[in-house]
């Protein structure tokens, strides 16, 4: 069972749906669509608060004419091993400058997820059972310090000169 979880906990009702061959969105729910399907739906109407899935191998700059009309765009994680997706984050955060709803889906392990958080991931669709409930009771580790320029600054700013710490941008 999939659950979404944000920084303050998970969250019930959520009406997002990614719509498959087998599971389309009905009646109160909004679909989430493949990036293809995406592309061509809103070639086709002036609709804002759509929501697309980015699979690792999608372009998002593709994105980029619409974005001020998407509400959530969805990066999915087939792998825990596939870090592309950190990768989309950030262009969609840094360099897009895209400020709605970004969904981490797939294989979200509990480690990965103070990472996710860094690069610009605001909500989960968590299906691990360990994840889930260790999420549930806020146990979420993390790395106290980063040389990486993030979307989000570290709590903790200082240290050597020559290190990047908690800063964004170069």
């Given at each position: 069972m999939?659950k979404?979880?944000?920084?303050?906990?998970f969250v019930?009702?959520?009406?997002?749906v990614?719509?498959?061959?087998?599971r389309?969105?009905g009646?109160?729910?909004?679909a989430?669509?493949?990036?293809?399907?995406f592309?061509?739906?809103?070639?086709?109407?002036?609709?804002?608060?759509?929501?697309v899935?980015?699979a690792?191998?999608?372009?998002?700059?593709?994105?980029e004419?619409?974005?001020?009309?998407?509400?959530?765009?969805?990066?999915a994680f087939?792998?825990?091993?596939?870090?592309?997706?950190?990768s989309?984050?950030?262009?969609?955060?840094?360099?897009?400058g895209?400020?709605?709803?970004?969904?981490?889906?797939?294989?979200?392990?509990?480690?990965q997820?103070?990472?996710?958080l860094?690069?610009?991931?605001?909500?989960f669709?968590?299906?691990?059972?360990?994840?889930q409930?260790?999420?549930?009771?806020?146990?979420l580790?993390?790395?106290?310090?980063?040389?990486?320029?993030?979307?989000?600054?570290?709590e903790?700013?200082?240290?050597?000169?020559?290190?990047?710490?908690?800063?964004s941008?170069?």
């Open positions: 999939t979404i979880w944000k920084e303050n906990g019930d009702g959520d009406t997002w990614t719509e498959t061959e087998e389309k969105a009646e109160g729910e909004k989430v669509l493949p990036l293809d399907a592309l061509a739906a809103v070639a086709e109407t002036n609709d804002v608060g759509l929501g899935l980015i690792p191998a999608d372009d998002v700059k593709k994105l004419p619409y974005l001020d009309r998407i509400a959530l765009i969805a990066v087939p792998a825990f091993s596939d870090g592309r997706g950190f989309h984050a950030t262009l969609l955060r840094d360099r897009l895209y400020a709605g709803e970004l969904r981490a889906v797939g294989d979200v392990l509990i480690d997820v103070p990472l996710m860094r690069t610009g991931f605001d909500s669709a968590v299906t691990n059972p360990v994840a409930r260790r999420l549930a009771e806020n146990c580790t993390g790395v106290a310090q980063h040389y990486q320029p993030t979307a989000r600054d570290s903790v700013v200082g240290g050597f000169s020559w290190r990047r710490l908690g800063t941008g170069a």
